[in-house]
């Protein structure tokens, strides 16, 4: 039978007390109209509020899911996303592919 080995809080480095921060990119408050195009090939209107050069927050009425790919087409962009998050009518997600940086 394994046995669990116990650290005591002193015995830890600063590195292992505290959680790993992971750097966001700076986000802009923006009210942007777009439409998402699902994988089932359905449009669905949507509204950006935040944005950064690596993701975004969004309201939808559009039923997503973490892990979903979606096509977000704005102005005369179509920008391959993945949904990282959801919670109704929010989602966030990130840019992916070689168009990851919008030009927005």
Request: proline share 5%; net charge positive; hydrophobic share 40%.
């Amino acid at each position: 039978m394994a046995t669990k080995e116990t650290i005591s809080p002193g015995s830890m480095t600063q590195a292992q007390r505290e959680p790993a921060v992971q750097t966001r990119s700076r986000r802009v408050a923006v009210q942007l109209k777009v439409m998402l195009e699902l994988t089932s090939g359905n449009l669905v209107k949507a509204i950006v509020d935040d944005v950064s050069k690596d993701g975004f927050r969004l309201r939808t009425r559009a039923v997503l899911h973490p892990g979903q790919t979606v096509f977000m087409h704005m102005q005369r962009e179509r920008l391959t996303c993945e949904v990282r998050w959801v919670s109704r009518p929010e989602a966030g997600g990130v840019f992916i592919g070689a168009a990851a940086a919008p030009s927005w």
